[in-house]
Every structure is written in structure tokens, then in C-alpha cells.
């Protein structure tokens, strides 16, 4: 018997050829994953990320369409999860900060270090002004918005408490407003605006943990891999919040008095590093380490990853970076390192047990698919790797600055090498998904890489050759930072087109109405039906998500049906909007 399904038919071909499958995917709870009722996902690949066994699946499916159904069951879809965009306002927010208060002024303040041979005439203010606009806003917004979005679909569920995770976004927009506009203002004594910035994250952080955790609550999908890293990372995220509040609280009573401009009004570095280690490695580390543990062998195809020994890894990691917060309260320096010793330990152990860096095993060598996202995964660990590596040279140097450039170097590798390269690889995947559209520039997708990669390899480099205290070596560093610019507003542009653009119908032309094509189908090619179909009683037809939606799984005769409306009444009048009588 000829198939209706092969492996490399996209989700959206098959639903939209075949609107009958939709009770399948529905069945695996794979019906609605993005704005629209399928992605431009080939079959193989969608069932392997979904955890589902294509052969069974595939059968299932001939079995719905050789079935020919008089009429086509109607699907009922929680209206929640049609056309949700909740994340959309998290990740566009999060691309201005990255471009404006965060990379494009690090790499203004990097230019000004390059020209004044030195990282030790940077005002201390300004660059941790840098850092929690670029965690927060950056790397917190990114993370919240895709959880938002895809814990429900992770867990079969929706999503607990919408309206409360609008308000986390306000949150935090504010706080970075305030961060923004009262850094310029308060330029002398102790400064407010920090701890109302950071009362408004704890305050975002609390109500992500709550929200997502009342959503895993609704759940009835047994725990996943990634479920612990994700909790806790929710719970860094909100102890990191409090963190912060605390210390500019501190800050601003007084406790840390300087007469020198450069430090005068910042929180010493190295309670402020322990802040950054527990935001980075608490919260944003485990969101990445639980999704790649989820992910990594579908979107890469590499064999299984060893879930005994992430299980593990999960306990010891977490616990270890308790050492952060001992070392900056008791400022034992032997506490710091061997702290950092056994997370670089721990954290190559767990990149050793994902297996990223192992052959492919070769499932999915016939499915034709964008494959960028492969590369920015892969390279991202490769950069964890070698930055915990940098980090560790401390170790062996007792000059502060040389110690600095190295913590430096390290902490750039982290943020741009890893946690950037891997948001950015995830969004090349995820995104289109949400979206239901397909990436929109594969070109600017490899420009991205290659800046960010130059950007980042020169950026680490040279930094820790200007130990040296060589003033050349200072000046190529100080131009680093706009390559890497230049990526990240590349990929904002790209993200930014994909997420807001209207697919155009690329599907087969109708030439001749039977009735049996869907109301998405007819419409979009001829929208000159649509108040056709409104005069006959589809009233709810001019409502674009809707005939968008599921006006994909249902067609025209069966819609009739449905509506009790004369479809041997209706056929001329259809024909005669699409020009064809
Ligand atoms: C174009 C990209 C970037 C440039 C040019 C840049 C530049 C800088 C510079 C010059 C410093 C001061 C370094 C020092 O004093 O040793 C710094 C620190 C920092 N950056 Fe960036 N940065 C970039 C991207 C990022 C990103 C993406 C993040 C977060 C995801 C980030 C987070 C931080 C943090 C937290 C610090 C403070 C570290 C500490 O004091 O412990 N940066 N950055």
C-alpha cells in the first residue's frame, strides 16, 4: 500500500494535507507546540525530539488517513495555548538590552580599558551596572520568556497563572529602566537605584519559581531528566535576587565607603563575583545543563546521554556552589579555589556524560533540516570547557592583575562563549517552532557565528595576554567587543524577522474546489472567501488566529456540517469569489 507519510514530510505538510491526523498528534500530545498547528519540522526529527518512535507514529497516522472519516472529528484546544506569545515580549525586551545597556556599552567600557592600556581604569560602577543589565536582562528575560512558553508544552499541561508572569516581565523591564536611567543621575554618594533594581527581580524571580511551579503541579507527565536542573534554578535564581538586594542595600547604608571615583558606589568586587557566579552558575547553568540533558541526542543525533551519572553530577554541582557564597562571606581564598575545582571538575564530567562531543549516530542522516543550531550547541560546551580551564590558572598566579584578566577572560568565555552561543543555538531551533515560521536568513545565521566565535576566541585571548601589561596588546583587546556586537545584532535582526513575519502560502495551489481542502488552505489563497464564508455563518472566520489554527484541521465541507450550512448552497458562491465560475 503507497504511504501517505514520509520521513522528511514536515509536521505542517502533514496536517495540512491531511487535517484527519490531527486526533494522532493530538493523542501524543503534539498538536499545538507553536503559534500555529505544526512546525516546519520533518516528521523523523519531530518524533525524535518528542520522544515518540516514528514507525509507530507513522502507522498511525496511514491508519487515520486510509480511514477516509466521513467527517473530521473536531479537535478541542484549550484557547491558551493557540497562538500563545508570551514569550515574545521577554526575548524582543531582552535583544534591545543586549544591543544597547549590555554588549554595546561593554563594548564601549572595553574600547575605553584598550585605549587606556589598562582594565584597571574601568569605574567599578559602571561595568557591575553592565553585568546585572546583561543577566538580567539579557540572560533572565531570554530564559523566562521560553519557559513561559515551553514548560506547559514540556509537561501536557497550561500555564499556571498568565496574568502573574506578565507582571514578572514588568518587573523586570522596570528594574532595568531604573538601572538605566538613575545610573546617570545618582553619579555621587551611595546609590538607590541598584536595590530597587534588584527588589524588583527578587520580586520577578519569586513569581517565576511560583508560576512554575504551580504549572509542574497541574502536571500528570512523569519527572523528566531536566526537572531538577530547572527547579533548581529557579530556586538561584530567586536566592540570587535576594543576593544582590542585600548587597546594594549594604551599598547603600554606607558599608562600602571609598574615596576613589573609580570604586566609589559599587559593591566590592568580590561580593559582587560571588553574585555573578551564583546568577551564572545557579540559575543559568542549570537551565542550560537540564535542557541539554533533555535535548542534546535529538538535536545533535548523538547517542544517549548517561542519565545515571547527570543524576549525580546534579547533586554534587549544586552543592559545591554553596562554596561560592562560604569563600565571599568568609574571604578565604582557599574556599574560592577549591571551589572553583570542583566545579570545572564536576561541570567537564557532566559535558563528558551529555556525549555532545561523540560521533553521530546517524538517525537522522536522511532528514533534509536547517542544521545550524548544531554547531553553536557544540561549540558553546566546547567554550565551558576551555573557560573553566582559564578560570583554573589563578591557581597558579599570586599577581592580582594577571588574576583578574584570567577570572576576566573566564567570565567572558561563560557569558558569551557559552551561555550567549548556547541561547542563540536553542532560539535557531526553538524559535521557528514557536513561531510556526521558518528561520528567516540562513546567511546571517552563519555570519552570527563566525563574528561571535572571532569576537569571543580574540576577546579571551587577548585579555589574558594583557597580563602581560603590554599596552598594544590592551588596544587590539579594546576592539573586540563591537565584533561581538555585531553578531548579537545580527541575531536579533534574524530572530526578530522570524518571530514577527507572516509565512507566505506556500502550499499546493487549489485548482479546482472540492470542498475537502481546509479553511485555512482556501482562504489564505483566496481571501476573497473569507466573507463569503462569513455571510454564510462562519462568523468566527475573520479572526486570524483562529483560521489560522484550526481552521487547519478542519475542512470546508465538514465545517459546513458542523455550522448546519448548505454546503451544495455555498460551492457556487465560493467558486465565484475564487474566479473560477
Ligand atoms: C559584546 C559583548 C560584551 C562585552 C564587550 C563585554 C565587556 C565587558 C567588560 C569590559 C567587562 C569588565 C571586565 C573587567 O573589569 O575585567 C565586563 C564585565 C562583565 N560582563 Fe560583559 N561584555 C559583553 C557581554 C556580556 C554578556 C553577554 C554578559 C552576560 C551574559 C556579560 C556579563 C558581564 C558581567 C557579569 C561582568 C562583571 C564581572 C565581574 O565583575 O565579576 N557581559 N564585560
Not at 547603600?252 to 553574585?275: E, H, K, M
Not at 472540492?514 to 485555512?520: C, L, M, S
Request: hydrophobic residues 45%; charged residues 20%.
Amino acid at each position: 500500500m503507497a504511504k501517505h507519510i514520509d520521513r522528511n514530510m514536515t509536521v505542517k505538510e502533514v496536517l495540512d494535507q491531511y487535517p484527519e491526523t490531527a486526533k494522532v498528534f493530538q493523542k501524543y500530545n503534539l498538536l499545538i507546540v507553536g503559534k500555529s498547528c505544526g512546525p516546519h519540522e520533518p516528521m523523523a526529527f519531530f518524533t525524535k525530539a518528542h520522544g515518540v518512535e516514528y514507525e509507530q507514529f507513522a502507522q498511525e497516522l496511514e491508519a487515520a488517513i486510509t480511514a477516509k472519516p466521513e467527517k473530521i472529528e473536531a479537535i478541542e484546544i484549550d484557547p491558551s495555548l493557540i497562538g500563545d506569545t508570551i514569550y515574545q515580549k521577554f526575548i524582543k525586551t531582552a535583544l534591545i538590552v543586549s544591543v544597547t545597556t549590555g554588549c554595546l556599552y561593554g563594548a564601549i567600557k572595553l574600547f575605553e580599558a584598550g585605549m587606556g592600556g589598562s582594565f584597571d581604569v574601568l569605574s567599578k560602577r559602571a561595568i557591575q551596572m553592565h553585568g546585572s543589565s546583561q543577566l538580567v536582562g539579557w540572560v533572565g528575560l531570554y530564559i523566562m520568556g521560553f519557559f513561559y512558553f515551553i514548560l506547559p508544552r514540556l509537561k501536557g499541561t497550561t500555564l499556571a497563572g498568565r496574568r502573574w508572569a506578565h507582571l514578572s516581565f514588568y518587573l523586570v523591564l522596570s528594574g532595568l529602566v531604573i538601572r538605566a536611567l538613575f545610573y546617570n543621575i545618582e553619579q555621587t554618594g551611595t546609590p538607590l537605584y541598584p536595590l530597587v533594581a534588584g527588589l524588583l527581580d527578587t520580586g520577578a524571580a519569586a513569581i517565576f519559581l511560583g508560576v512554575c511551579l504551580k504549572t509542574l503541579k497541574q502536571s500528570a507527565e512523569p519527572k523528566g531528566i531536566q526537572d531538577n536542573f530547572l527547579l533548581a534554578g529557579m530556586v538561584w535564581f530567586l536566592i540570587s535576587g535576594i543576593i544582590y538586594s542585600i548587597l546594594n542595600l549594604q551599598l547603600y547604608l554606607g558599608a562600602f565607603p571609598s574615596d576613589n571615583p573609580l570604586i566609589a558606589g559599587s559593591v566590592p568586587p568580590y561580593l559582587f563575583s560571588a553574585w555573578v557566579h551564583l546568577f551564572l552558575m545557579g540559575f543559568v547553568f542549570n537551565f542550560i545543563f537540564g535542557i541539554s540533558s533533555k535535548t542534546v541526542p535529538s538535536f545533535l543525533d548523538t547517542p544517549p546521554v548517561r542519565e545515571g551519572m547527570i543524576k549525580k553530577f546534579f547533586w554534587v554541582y549544586n552543592i559545591s556552589l554553596i562554596g561560592y557564597v562560604v569563600s565571599a562571606l568568609t574571604r578565604i581564598q582557599a574556599i574560592y579555589f577549591l571551589t572553583l575545582l570542583l566545579i570545572a571538575h564536576f561541570t567537564w564530567f557532566f559535558i563528558l556524560s551529555l556525549r555532545i562531543f561523540e560521533r553521530r549516530v546517524g538517525d537522522l542522516d536522511d532528514v533534509r533540516m536547517d542544521r545550524n543550531h548544531e554547531r553553536f550547541i557544540r561549540v558553546g560546551y566546547g567554550w565551558l570547557a576551555v573557560s573553566l580551564g582559564i578560570a583554573l590558572f589563578q591557581l597558579f598566579t599570586d599577581d592580582p592583575y594577571t588574576q583578574h584578566m584570567l577570572r576576566g577572560a573566564a567570565n567572558h568565555g561563560y557569558t558569551v562563549g557559552f551561555v550567549s552561543m548556547l541561547m542563540i543555538g536553542y532560539s535557531m531551533k526553538m524559535l521557528p517552532v514557536f513561531t510556526g515560521n521558518r528561520i528567516w536568513s540562513s546567511a546571517l545565521t552563519k555570519w552570527t557565528f563566525w563574528l561571535l566565535n572571532i569576537g569571543n576566541g580574540s576577546r579571551i585571548g587577548f585579555e589574558i595576554l594583557s597580563a602581560t601589561k603590554d599596552p598594544t596588546i590592551h588596544q587590539i583587546v579594546g576592539f573586540t567587543g563591537f565584533l561581538e556586537v555585531a553578531a548579537l545584532v545580527l541575531f536579533g535582526v534574524n530572530i526578530w524577522v522570524t518571530m514577527t513575519k507572516e509565512e507566505a502560502y506556500e502550499e499546493r495551489p487549489i485548482v479546482e474546489f472540492t470542498g475537502n481542502e481546509t479553511v485555512y488552505a482556501l482562504t489564505e489563497q483566496f481571501p476573497r472567501v473569507i466573507p463569503v464564508l462569513k455571510e454564510a455563518g462562519f462568523e468566527k472566520i475573520t479572526n486570524p488566529l483562529l483560521r489560522k489554527t484550526l481552521g487547519r484541521a478542519i475542512t470546508i465541507r465538514k465545517a459546513c456540517e458542523e455550522q448546519k450550512v448548505d454546503f451544495k448552497a455555498l460551492k457556487p458562491k465560493i467558486e465565484l469569489a475564487m474566479g473560477k465560475s
